[in-house]
């Protein structure tokens, strides 16, 4: 079975400065997406960033950039020049890319402070 | 307008009612999903339905019944509810299985 592992439970940055949030997971599949959410206090559940497994290239969203280390089954989001707004709890995500189910498979999340 | 909703945003109630859950998304999507967010903040997959059809049913105790009336309405009704019951309930949608999908706003569920 898949797993997500984020082992930050909470991180801080300071305005304009530069974060990273770790995710590792655990799977034998080949193929696959990995995912983003963001969730701030509102609860509103909201996609910031995906990566094909199958594309070596990085996926970057405006600030949002990921840094996908196949081998290593990692991928770490960077927030570069981080917002007030950027404040919020995220989700690193798996999801098989075959099979007739699509269930995404979350981490445990990283509560992102942004400090002013 | 709103992509996927969700009603009530809040749901108050005693052990052992019933209650139900909607949700409606108008992106004319195939795929919609139920996900459980406990009070760790940890979510995972409760349902899932692909045009109507119950694809996904992850261990969840049978007090939880899903019912897709057509492609654009999910809902989710949970009978003799339980203390542990108590969380956020998330509706979502994909095009079709295989793509990414969109959430709701939750449903803040409280069993008292």
């Known amino acids: 079975a898949q797993t997500v592992t984020q082992s930050q439970p909470e991180m801080s940055v300071q305005e304009a400065e530069t974060v990273t949030l770790s995710c590792t997971y655990d799977t034998s599949e080949s193929d696959y997406y990995l995912f983003w959410y963001k969730q701030p206090p509102s609860r509103q559940m909201i996609l910031v960033i995906r990566q094909e497994a199958y594309k070596q290239q990085n996926a970057t969203e405006n600030r949002f950039s990921v840094n996908f280390q196949k081998a290593a089954k990692s991928f770490s989001l960077k927030i570069s020049d981080s917002q007030l707004g950027d404040a919020a709890m995220y989700f690193c995500?798996?999801?098989?890319?075959?099979?007739?189910?699509?269930?995404?498979?979350f981490g445990t999340g990283t509560l992102l402070a942004v400090q002013p | 307008d709103t992509a996927v909703s969700q009603t009530p945003k809040y749901l108050v109630t005693q052990m052992g009612n019933d209650k139900s859950i909607k949700c409606e998304q108008n992106l004319g999507h195939d795929t919609m999903y139920w996900y459980k967010q406990d009070s760790k903040k940890f979510l995972k997959i409760m349902f899932s339905y692909n045009n109507k059809e119950l694809i996904i049913n992850e261990t969840v105790p049978n007090r939880f019944s899903p019912k897709s009336p057509d492609k654009a309405h999910l809902n989710l009704h949970i009978n003799s509810l339980e203390l542990g019951d108590s969380a956020v309930y998330f509706c979502?949608?994909?095009?079709?299985?295989?793509?990414?999908?969109?959430f709701g706003p939750g449903t803040r569920l409280t069993v008292l």
């Open positions: 995500a798996y999801r098989s890319a075959g099979g007739a189910t699509n269930k995404l498979i």
């Open positions: 979502a949608s994909s095009l079709v299985v295989g793509t990414t999908q969109y």
